[in-house]
């Protein structure tokens, strides 16, 4: 299923990309998921990820907790805690 993942903040900057449109392998089911599987991906994602409880998520524009499933989502968000501009 392919899923758009847009990165805000710092962890564009890292990411090198403002969204990407991704297809998470079977077993990335949540947004923890989904973060870790990001990071394992390659050094920029290992960058942008290097500490996944600083990390703020939204699925379709709702914000969502590290356990939510993504389920059918067409968008995930991620960003720090605070963001700006």
Do not use: H, N
């Amino acid at each position: 299923m392919a899923l758009t993942v847009s990165y805000f903040a710092w962890v564009r900057e890292r990411m090198g990309v403002f969204e990407e449109v991704v297809e998470p392998p079977f077993g990335v089911a949540t947004i923890a998921d989904l973060v870790g599987w990001l990071a394992a991906r390659d050094a920029r994602g290992a960058l942008a990820f290097a500490e996944p409880a600083r990390i703020r998520a939204a699925l379709d524009g709702t914000m969502a907790l590290p356990d939510a499933a993504i389920g059918c989502a067409r968008e995930v968000a991620l960003f720090p805690p605070v963001t700006g501009g």
